[in-house]
């Protein structure tokens, strides 16, 4: 089992940046990721990566904003997010998972507690 502490959310207008901080400890699957939910909707997927930093991937929809980022050394995955938008207001999840390559949420087995990230115009 691992546990996930996530840190980094916060209040911006839009065109700024935040930058999110997921700590695992125990030991870690093969991918960490980065999901967000608004209330009443479905957990929407947002980017993975492998502890190596291979492979990555990352939603369409934040494609040239958002990156994702392995520091193995101190077992932390960021999520730096850049010209932020109003519709990226969610609740921001990180999630760990042995599947490789996956973007469905039932795939992933650990989650941290969330962290509010809102984006006001």
């Known amino acids: 089992q691992v546990h996930l502490v996530e840190s980094g959310g916060g209040a911006v207008q839009a065109g700024g940046s935040l930058r999110l901080s997921c700590t695992a400890s125990g030991r870690t699957g093969y991918m960490l990721g980065w999901f967000r939910q608004a209330p009443g909707k479905w957990r929407e997927f947002v980017a993975f990566?492998?502890?190596?930093?291979?492979?990555?991937h990352i939603t369409d929809s934040v494609t040239g904003r958002f990156t994702i980022l392995a520091d193995n050394s101190k077992n932390t995955v960021i999520l730096e997010m850049n010209n932020l938008k109003v519709e990226d207001t969610d609740v921001y999840y990180c999630a760990a998972t042995r599947s490789a390559s996956t973007t469905r949420a039932a795939d992933f087995s650990s989650w941290g507690q969330g962290t509010q990230v809102t984006v006001s115009s």
């Open positions: 990566i492998g502890w190596s930093g291979f492979p990555t």
